[in-house]
């Protein structure tokens, strides 16, 4: 299963419901963290963002997501069914999908929500106006994420309680893993 959202909408609620059913999850931003203290011994938004259009220019669109495959083979080497959190563009979903079944959860919330979200939780690099909330939102449609929500074959809509949100996630997780049936046997 593949997660993808907007900054703020909720994605680590679905991320928390995954690991509470035991579903391994392997998040995207962990390959872009690494290589940003390997490159420069610090982590700042802004180099986390550099790293990541670095990686791809230097290596390809999918170097993080076959970099992801890579640990997932590493850390989850039986695993029947994983979450892969942080998916960004519909050239990352294709490599998924050169190893296995593939299905797009994606999480929204309106910019309203998201960014009240973004102001409580204080985040590193999370955004302190509407204007840079605005940028942020841009640079991340940038890399394809809205074309990855657009065609996400599950919506979860987290416009309420966490409560609300998990129940909703568990409800989708479930369904997806027991629809394996079969093929986790």
């Known amino acids: ?3 993808t959202g907007m900054p703020g909408s ?3 609620v679905v991320v928390e419901a995954a690991r509470e059913l035991g579903i391994p999850v392997f998040t995207m931003g962990d390959v872009v963290r690494e290589e940003t203290l390997k490159r420069y011994g610090m982590i700042t938004p802004e180099l986390m963002v550099k790293t990541s259009r670095d990686l791809r220019e230097e290596h390809g669109e999918d170097v993080i997501a076959l970099r992801t495959i890579e640990r ?3 850390e989850a080497p039986g695993a029947c069914v994983v979450l892969i959190d ?3 563009s519909l050239a990352e979903v294709e490599v998924f999908r050169k190893f296995g079944e593939v299905v797009v959860v994606a999480v929204h919330a309106s910019p309203r ?8 939780r204080r985040r590193p690099g999370d955004p302190n106006t509407y204007e840079d909330f605005l940028k942020r939102d841009l640079v991340e449609l940038g890399f394809g994420l809205g074309s990855v929500i657009a065609l996400a074959d599950y919506m979860i809509v ?3 309680s966490l409560e609300e949100a998990k129940s909703e996630a568990k409800k989708v997780l479930r369904s997806l893993v027991e629809s394996r049936g079969e093929h986790c046997r």
């Open 1 to 3: 299963m593949l997660l």
């Open 10 to 12: 909720g994605k680590s």
């Open 72 to 74: 997932v083979k590493r």
């Open 86 to 88: 942080g998916v960004r």
């Open 113 to 120: 929500t998201r960014f009240k979200r973004l102001l409580e």
């Open 158 to 160: 987290n416009e309420g």
